[in-house]
């Protein structure tokens, strides 16, 4: 039977924009629908049927295959390879990173502190640091070669110290301080400016929490140790001393004594050391204090005091008492010192602090600000005020060399120039 071509119009598939199997099945559903004999389409459309069964029972194949079989069973020769070999490299970057003779604790962390941080904001993550214990550290023991006898009840491991300023606030490292008697913020920021010369001008302006936090603070640090101490040094520390820097306020009297004596008073229980910090420039009238009939006074009034302490049973050791002073004395200024010191019982010199004088041949802009210069700038004022100043005291009180101190030969050359031990500060942040 043929059918009428209108007819053949009407069961005639149209194309439809859906997917390959889709586009197989359609024109049996059509031929199904319309109840006609069209024996093309329909075999077209049992194929489609085929064809779609076939793709379903693959699929279902597929799907139980993947949800019922175990995953294939890992190597276990190589995940314990790879469990080894992260281990290891752990260890060993841990190793490096704790390591402070380490590559990078010299030319990248120091690099990208001064890059991303203000002198001021690097020095607080430092402090910060190494209040964790995240800090790299030196794990050799200290050769006997190197042990330096300051007085003759006090050995230390080795002659290299931490200069005050850094621990400002008492967090367990070396010399802290200056310690005012009441909580001062010390001066404006910005205040501590590096120079591209490898040295730092600062006015800070002895920044203190003053002398009852601090007092808290150093008696806390008993509790925390988990160690064996030495009970003979306030550091608690076998081969180290503490000392403690003392300061003045702003507010006191430039002549006032008064500061320094109540700071030996509250303080002598708690340290092996005393300074007598009297050269800081940027403490209005403090430099005046080095005049000799000002400090026979200051040195006689915190003799006295640290004597009076010992003897009431109050310091349990006889804290010795160090003076600190300037780099930009006369010769004549020296010897007033000198003399000062004869006299008074003091223990020993620290040469010395900051310089409020400008070499030249600096390149670094910052050199205009105001305040105290440090690093490698200062270290031939330093060295010249240790030379005057070694032959006119005996050889019983040490000289402690300060300024410009970065490597082994400059604590050398210190050591020539007549210094027992030597400190550092500055150099840190450049190296």
């Known amino acids: 039977m043929r059918l009428p071509v209108q007819t053949l119009a009407i069961i005639r598939p149209t194309p439809v924009a859906v997917p390959d199997i889709a586009l197989?099945?359609?024109?049996?559903?059509?031929?199904?629908?319309?109840?006609?004999?069209?024996?093309?389409?329909?075999?077209?459309?049992?194929?489609?049927?085929?064809?779609?069964?076939?793709?379903?029972?693959?699929?279902?194949?597929?799907?139980?295959?993947?949800?019922?079989?175990?995953?294939?069973?890992?190597?276990?020769?190589?995940?314990?390879?790879?469990?080894?070999?992260?281990?290891?490299?752990?260890?060993?970057?841990?190793?490096?990173?704790?390591?402070?003779?380490?590559?990078?604790?010299?030319?990248?962390?120091?690099?990208?502190?001064?890059?991303?941080?203000?002198p001021e904001g690097g020095h607080k993550l430092a402090i910060g640091v190494l209040r964790t214990g995240l800090a790299p550290r030196?794990?050799?023991?200290?050769?006997?070669?190197?042990?330096?006898?300051?007085?003759?009840?006090?050995?230390?491991?080795?002659?290299?110290?931490?200069?005050?300023?850094?621990?400002?606030?008492?967090?367990?490292?070396?010399?802290?301080?200056s310690v005012t008697p009441k909580p001062q913020p010390g001066n404006p920021t910005p205040r501590v400016f590096g120079l591209i010369d490898g040295g730092v001008i600062n006015r800070y302006g002895f920044p203190s929490e003053g002398h009852a936090w601090m007092l808290n603070r150093l008696r806390e640090r008993i509790p925390s140790f988990f160690q064996p101490v030495d009970d003979s040094r306030a550091s608690l520390r076998p081969g180290s001393v503490l000392a403690i820097n003392l300061g003045k306020n702003k507010s006191s009297p430039p002549d006032s004594i008064n500061d320094f004596v109540t700071g030996v008073r509250t303080f002598a229980p708690y340290a092996d050391v005393l300074v007598v910090n009297v050269s800081s420039p940027n403490t209005p009238g403090l430099r005046g204090m080095q005049s000799r009939t000002l400090l026979e006074e200051l040195l006689g009034g915190v003799s006295k005091a640290r004597d009076e302490a010992v003897t009431a049973g109050v310091a349990g050791r006889k804290p010795k008492l160090v003076l600190k002073i300037a780099p930009d004395l006369s010769e004549d200024e020296i010897a007033d010192i000198a003399a000062a010191i004869r006299t008074s019982g003091v223990d020993g010199v620290i040469v010395s602090n900051t310089t409020v004088r400008r070499p030249p041949g600096l390149k670094d802009p910052n050199q205009v600000e105001v305040g105290g210069l440090s690093g490698i700038p200062l270290k031939p004022y330093s060295l010249a005020t240790l030379r005057s100043l070694r032959p006119l005291l005996p050889a019983s009180i040490p000289i402690f060399g300060c300024g410009g101190i970065s490597s082994g030969a400059d604590a050398l050359e210190y050591a020539k120039a007549g210094a027992t031990a030597v400190q550092l500060y500055t150099s840190f942040g450049f190296d």
């Open 24 to 118: 197989a099945v359609l024109p049996g559903v059509i031929v199904a629908s319309s109840g006609m004999a069209a024996p093309r389409l329909a075999l077209s459309g049992r194929l489609g049927r085929l064809n779609l069964s076939q793709g379903v029972r693959r699929s279902q194949r597929f799907v139980s295959a993947s949800a019922g079989s175990p995953p294939p069973s890992s190597n276990p020769i190589r995940t314990g390879l790879y469990a080894t070999a992260a281990v290891v490299s752990t260890g060993l970057l841990l190793a490096y990173y704790f390591d402070s003779r380490s590559a990078i604790h010299r030319y990248v962390v120091p690099p990208l502190i001064r890059r991303f941080l203000d």
């Open 138 to 177: 030196d794990t050799q023991k200290d050769d006997e070669i190197l042990k330096c006898t300051l007085w003759d009840n006090i050995t230390v491991s080795n002659p290299i110290g931490l200069a005050a300023g850094f621990d400002k606030h008492g967090d367990g490292i070396d010399e802290i301080g």
